[in-house]
């Protein structure tokens, strides 16, 4: 299942959802042009979140904590390939602009950074012992998609479905969409080469934080 599309529309223009799309973007080609000649891996183990070196910062090695601290942001800007960062992008488009509308752009900023935080430390507990970098943005977008089931339920999202040879565009509920993409990572959470514990940290995370970053909604007085 592929989404493309939300039938909600925003009331803001969504600054920080293009802000944050388009880093992802300039960070992608400075690491293709800037680094076209260096091992992809040389540029992961730097700026990618190792756990196994954020285990040793922080039982013996106290003095590189800051630099194992940093990656957990670093990495969030990072991506294996087109791929990788254009499905990341497609969701953050689509369901981020309306969190960012609910919320306001200030408060986007921090709960979409607290939510790759979250997602860091998730997949960071349940494998402190690896030594394969984590990269990517779907942590904190994942934090995003939680929000978003909690904030639209019943949104109608546009998605592409692959059916063995046949491809068709139908409606879901967000409800479904999102509780589905949700089991997914529940079922695969055991697999390799992707961090699936980031994904449900993440979207734990939205799901029960984002009525902390809702502005109070204050009753209207009557006129008399």
Same mark, same amino acid.
């Given at each position: 299942?592929?989404?493309?599309?939300?039938?909600? &529309?925003?009331?803001?223009?969504?600054?920080?959802?293009?802000?944050?799309?388009?880093?992802?973007?300039?960070?992608?080609?400075?690491?293709?042009?800037?680094?076209?000649?260096?091992?992809?891996? +040389?540029?992961?183990?730097?700026?990618?979140?190792?756990?196994?070196?954020?285990?040793?910062?922080?039982?013996?090695?106290?003095?590189?904590? &800051?630099?194992? %601290?940093? +990656?957990?942001?670093?990495?969030?800007?990072?991506?294996?390939?087109?791929?990788?960062?254009?499905?990341?992008?497609?969701?953050?488009? %689509?369901?981020?602009?309306?969190?960012?509308?609910?919320?306001?752009?200030?408060?986007?900023?921090?709960?979409?950074? =607290?939510?790759?935080? +979250?997602?860091?430390?998730?997949?960071?507990?349940?494998?402190?012992?690896?030594?394969?970098?984590?990269?990517?943005?779907?942590?904190?977008?994942?934090?995003?998609?939680? $929000?978003?089931?909690?904030?639209?339920?019943?949104?109608?999202?546009?998605?592409?479905?692959?059916?063995?040879?046949?491809?068709?565009?139908?409606?879901?509920?967000?409800?479904?969409?999102?509780?589905?993409?949700?089991?997914?990572? =529940? =079922?695969?959470?055991?697999?390799?080469?992707?961090?699936?514990?980031?994904?449900?940290?993440?979207? %734990?995370?939205?799901?029960?934080?984002?009525?902390?970053?809702? &502005? $109070?909604?204050? &009753?209207?007085?009557?006129?008399?």
């Amino acid at each position: 299942m592929i989404p493309i599309k939300d039938n909600i &529309p925003s009331r803001t223009f969504p600054i920080i959802t293009i802000g944050v799309i388009f880093v992802n973007i300039l960070i992608f080609l400075w690491q293709k042009l800037a680094f076209g000649g260096i091992d992809s891996q +040389t540029i992961y183990k730097y700026y990618g979140l190792v756990p196994q070196e954020l285990s040793m910062a922080i039982t013996n090695r106290h003095e590189l904590l &800051p630099y194992n %601290i940093l +990656t957990i942001f670093t990495s969030m800007f990072l991506h294996g390939g087109i791929f990788h960062l254009a499905g990341n992008m497609l969701y953050l488009w %689509i369901f981020g602009k309306n969190v960012e509308d609910a919320v306001g752009h200030k408060k986007f900023v921090l709960f979409y950074l =607290l939510s790759g935080i +979250t997602a860091a430390i998730f997949q960071f507990l349940y494998d402190p012992s690896s030594n394969i970098p984590m990269i990517g943005a779907s942590g904190a977008v994942s934090g995003i998609l939680g $929000a978003y089931l909690l904030l639209f339920p019943y949104a109608k999202i546009k998605t592409v479905l692959f059916i063995i040879i046949f491809i068709k565009v139908v409606e879901i509920p967000a409800i479904l969409l999102l509780s589905i993409w949700f089991l997914v990572q =529940l =079922l695969f959470s055991n697999g390799e080469g992707v961090a699936w514990y980031a994904h449900i940290g993440g979207f %734990i995370f939205g799901l029960l934080s984002i009525k902390l970053f809702r &502005p $109070a909604v204050h &009753p209207i007085a009557r006129r008399k």
